[in-house]
């Protein structure tokens, strides 16, 4: 339960102290601070700044010029960090991908690869790039529906290739939500890239 400051003044009472140590709890502590850092970026006068302060963070944790990180992009990645995320300062590592494409010789682009039979790998990347040519005129679980049945593999086997393509790892947002917040020439991009890099095997 979160108080405000003036609620925890009005319900202090020195009744309720005990003679026992106080116990620290990192990992409550952790939890308010992400209840906070959602609060904050869903109230106008707090998430200008807070977006600012992540904008910094990812700027120095990426290498990247400050002026290059928009803060749409920002604001984009904290929203779909989520409670995967406790301070500002790690929202590069938590969504890398939201800041440029992914590396797809990795470890963790290899785990989400293995999740999906080899003989699928380029029919299912075919039938994305050719259902992106043109405009995505359904809502995203109904476009890779449509491309599941194009391709003749399961839906989920189309989730985690696009997982594949747009992340490089095995985790992360849910599809639907990271395919509305990325661009669609950097989706098209992304899976032209996976291709590359799968034919290139």
Do not use: C
Not at 118 to 141: G, M, N, Q, R, Y
């Amino acid at each position: 339960e979160l108080f405000t400051l003036r609620q925890l003044e009005q319900s202090f009472s020195l009744a309720g102290l005990s003679r026992s140590k106080s116990v620290v709890s990192r990992e409550r502590l952790d939890w308010l601070n992400r209840q906070h850092l959602r609060a904050a970026l869903a109230d106008p006068d707090k998430s200008a700044g807070l977006i600012q302060q992540a904008r910094a963070e990812v700027a120095a944790a990426s290498g990247l010029e400050t002026a290059s990180v928009r803060p749409e992009t920002v604001a984009t990645a904290l929203r779909l960090a989520g409670d995967r995320l406790t301070f500002t300062k790690d929202l590069y590592n938590a969504v890398p991908f939201m800041f440029g494409d992914p590396a797809l010789d990795t470890t963790a682009a290899e785990q989400a690869l293995i999740l999906v039979p080899h003989e699928f790998h380029i029919p299912i990347l075919d039938a994305l790039e050719h259902a992106l040519a043109s405009e995505v005129s359904e809502s995203w679980i109904g476009f890779a529906k449509s491309v599941a049945a194009a391709a003749q593999v399961p839906t989920k086997h189309v989730m985690m290739m696009l997982r594949f393509a747009l992340t490089g790892e095995r985790f992360g947002p849910k599809i639907p939500e990271l395919l509305d917040a990325l661009p669609v020439d950097s989706i098209k991009r992304r899976i032209r890239s996976a291709k590359a890099e799968i034919e290139s095997r």
